[in-house]
């Protein structure tokens, strides 16, 4: 099992800045893709910004230019910097993570790589006009 553990949502006014940060903790070997997702009242969920294993990113068309998404691949974390943030950003966002994780050591197989995918519990971004 892999935790995802978010912070740093909260209330601003339209036009401010929040920070999201998200870090990943348990049996990793290592982790493919991280990124965020948010979900507002009555909608469904949405990719915000994910970036791969190779620095590659790729941001929500609303959000390009004014979100930007980093990386810290030793520490397993990931930050979303939201800027000029709009009343239309609010929503829950949650953090989320492919890779690989270790399972538990047997005498056969020793330790074997295998899937996970973790949602982090998510945090509130409200934006007031």
């Known amino acids: 099992q892999v935790q995802l553990v978010e912070s740093g949502g909260g209330l601003v006014q339209a036009g401010g800045s929040l920070r999201l940060s998200c870090a990943a903790s348990?049996?990793?070997?290592?982790?493919?893709?991280m990124g965020w997702y948010r979900q507002a009242p009555g909608k469904q969920r949405e990719v915000v910004a994910v970036?791969?294993?190779?620095?590659?990113?790729t941001y929500e068309d609303s959000v390009e230019g004014r979100f930007t998404i980093s990386r810290d691949y030793a520490k397993n974390t990931v930050s979303l910097q939201m800027n000029s943030l709009k009343p239309e950003d609010t929503a829950v966002y949650y953090c989320?993570?492919?890779?690989?994780?270790?399972?538990?050591?047997?005498?056969?197989?020793?330790?074997?790589?295998?899937?996970?995918?973790?949602w982090g519990q998510g945090t509130q971004v409200t934006v007031s006009s």
């Open positions: 989320n993570a492919e890779g690989e994780v270790l399972t538990p050591y047997s005498d056969y197989d020793g330790r074997l790589p295998v899937p996970f995918g973790s």
């Open positions: 348990g049996e990793i070997f290592r982790i493919d893709v």
């Open positions: 970036m791969n294993s190779g620095g590659i990113t």
